[in-house]
Each structure stands twice: as C-alpha cells, then as structure tokens.
C-alpha cells in the first residue's frame, strides 16, 4: 500500500507541473522480473515517468517505453549495471503521450529503432493537446530522429533475445494507438496507460479514447495471457493477472453506473456527486478526471 501512495503522489505531483518536469533528484529504481527482464521507474517529486519494461540479453538491449530525455542517462547507467550494452536497440513505444515516447528524441540520435501502432506514429508527427482536466498539456510534434520507423495495425511479431514478443493493438483505448506489448516464454505483458495501478486510469477523450476501450483492451489481454502472467502498467507497481481481471471488473460497474447516470440526463457534475468509484476510491484516489474523462467519452458515443 505504500508503495502505490508513493506512485499516486508523484502521479499527482507531477501533472499538473509537467512544463517544468524536476528532473534533477529523480531516480531510477529497478525492479527484476526474470533473469534477463527487469522493470524499471522513473522516481521522483514533481516526477511521474511511464514504467519500462526492459529485456537485456544476446542481441543487445530492448526496452518498453523511454520516458524522459532526462531520464535516458540515469536509466542507461541503470542498464550497464545490469550488465546491458551502452546502446538501446529497440525501444517499443505503448502510446505517444510524453512520459512514455519523449525518450525517443535522446535515443533516436544514437540510432534506436522505434516501434509503435501507426496510430502512435501519426499523433507524434503533429502537434497536439491533451486534457488532463486540471491542465491542456501540449505536446509538440516529434522530430523525423525521434519517429517510430516499424509500424503495425493490429499485430506483429518480433524476436529478440531469444524471446517471441507479440504486440497487440484491441482498438482505441486509453488513447487510439495503445500497444500490449506480450513476452511468450517470460510470460510477460506490458500495457502502458491502458492498465494504471497508481490511481484510476486517464482516459485521453479528447484524442480517441474511451472507457468502454480500456475495458476491451484489457479484455483482450486477458484472454490472451495465462493466469501465472506478470502485468505492467503504465504507472504503478507490478501487478498480475488477478489484478488485470479486478481492473477490469472495477471498470465495467463504474462504467454501468455512469451510464445509468447518463440515461437519466445527469450532468457531470451530477455523475460525480453521486460518487459511482466510492468503494475504490480509498484505494484508488480521487476519481475526478476519470469521471470527467469518462463522461466525455460515453456522451460522445
């Protein structure tokens, strides 16, 4: 429980002050999965990172998500420790928001390969505004450097370090280009933002996402990993299977409330007051910007 305060307080933290990310006492803490697998955080006040997935092995290093230009020293030196290779060779990018694809205009320079959903790939070739309800955070277009240069629609398939890591596109969710990003034999899943184990998810409305595609997308998942799997979310700490189908069901009644809500005619402002998240919300946090980017999503629809 601690633990997850730790990472809600950063998530709050850090949002509202993202224009001026405080970079310089953050650290890199890491967590092994597997021999060879390891997740790495991105810690610190004012801080909040996308977790990285990070595979080191024969052919080099691959890495899940890239955070901060900031960050890519103090994770690189983390990765050396590990006995990684000075270079990334592959970085796979979950989605194109800044805290898990801005790494790309350090790395891209030094010659990583970027692999993303061609929806990623389209939103990071222009400008772009996300509301994050307390704030529009604009994100600028990415440099040709920093582009994914392998893109996909639905799925494909790459074999590094002697590991088979499928990558699976559900339809629009957290935003419309999220990436499950599956390690068969670790039995291993990466789900940037579609999965958030420090609060409720964010949902980017305003820019494709829904509820109901979080609610499929991790649907999806599930039915394609075992019971035994190790899950990563986008924010948080390392969850597993049983954490995944809780989500799920977690969202699905909060989803059929609002909805009920809706029908009625409820405003937002109605919908919150009637706290629809309130067995969660001790956990979880304050549910606002899921409920304002929820009911964004469900009046559009």
């Given at each position: ?27 890199i ?19 909040v ?40 060779t ?66 494909m ?6 590991q ?31 999965f ?20 499929d ?14 899950v ?41 007051a ?28």
């Amino acid at each position: 429980m601690r633990l997850i305060r730790l990472f809600a307080a950063a998530l709050v933290l850090a949002v509202p002050a993202a224009q001026a990310q405080d970079f310089a006492d953050a650290r890199i803490e890491t967590q092994k999965i597997r021999d060879g697998f390891y997740v790495m955080f991105g810690i610190g006040e004012g801080v909040v990172a996308g977790n990285m997935g990070v595979s080191i092995g024969a052919q080099g290093v691959l890495v899940v998500d890239d955070q901060f230009p900031e960050m890519v020293p103090k994770y690189k030196a983390a990765i050396r420790e590990l006995g990684g290779s000075e270079k990334i060779t592959f970085v796979i990018n979950t989605h194109w928001h800044f805290d898990h694809s801005d790494g790309n205009k350090a790395l891209g320079p030094e010659g990583t390969w970027f692999v993303a959903q061609e929806s990623s790939r389209e939103m990071m070739l222009k400008d772009n505004v996300i509301n994050l309800v307390s704030q529009q955070r604009e994100q600028l277009a990415h440099p040709a450097i920093a582009l994914p240069v392998v893109t996909y629609d639905r799925s494909m398939r790459l074999h590094f370090n002697g590991q088979r890591i499928d990558l699976l596109h559900f339809g629009p969710a957290h935003t419309t280009g999220d990436t499950a990003v599956i390690f068969r034999e670790l039995d291993i899943v990466h789900l940037g933002d579609v999965f958030n184990t420090a609060g409720y998810p964010f949902i980017d409305a305003d820019n494709g996402g829904s509820l109901a595609g979080v609610i499929d997308f991790c649907s999806g998942v599930l039915e394609e990993i075992d019971e035994t799997a190790v899950v990563i979310p986008g924010h948080g700490p390392v969850s597993d299977y049983r954490g995944l189908a809780d989500y799920v069901t977690m969202l699905r009644t909060i989803r059929d409330r609002i909805a009920a809500l809706i029908a009625t005619g409820a405003s937002l402002e109605q919908v919150i007051a009637a706290r629809p998240t309130a067995e969660w919300d001790e956990q979880r946090g304050d549910p606002t910007r899921l409920l304002d980017r929820a009911y964004a999503s469900m009046t559009r629809e």
